[in-house]
Nanobody, 125 residues
Framework: QVQLVESGGGSVQDGASLRLSCAASGLSFDFNYYGMGWFRQAPGKEREFVSGISYTGAHKTYYADSVKGRFTISRDNAKNTVYLQMNGLKPEDTAIYYC??????WGFGSNFDSWGQGTQVTVSS
């Protein structure tokens, strides 16, 4: 089964940057063909989509309006890893960030079916 391990979270000040990583293993087929995504869940709130990236051939990326222009998703297929570069962090970005895999390859929507354990991001003002 797919295993996803996130890293890179931490506590930072308003305006700082962090880069989250998600390493995938136990894949059913080549990582190139998976869509990947990042979600987050703040205390007392539902989990929300942050960003997604399609399988390599489609070259599509997706962002929630709240992070557009500040966050960038990318993938390194040689390392089976997806990244989320987060710049201009705000206190409202505070949440647990989860990585997810989508076997259909789209990296968007409701097809994510494997999840990591999450990494905490805390942004203080």
């Amino acid at each position: 089964q797919v295993q996803l391990v996130e890293s890179g979270g931490g506590s930072v000040q308003d305006g700082a940057s962090l880069r989250l990583s998600c390493a995938a293993s136990g894949l059913s087929f080549d990582f190139n063909y998976y869509g990947m995504g990042w979600f987050r869940q703040a205390p007392g709130k539902e989990r929300e989509f942050v960003s997604g990236i399609s399988y390599t051939g489609a070259h599509k990326t997706y962002y929630a309006d709240s992070v557009k222009g500040r966050f960038t998703i990318s993938r390194d297929n040689a390392k089976n890893t997806v990244y989320l570069q987060m710049n201009g962090l705000k206190p409202e970005d505070t949440a647990i960030y989860y990585c997810a895999a989508d076997k259909t390859g789209w990296g968007f929507g409701s097809n994510f079916d494997s999840w990591g354990q999450g990494t905490q991001v805390t942004v203080s003002s």
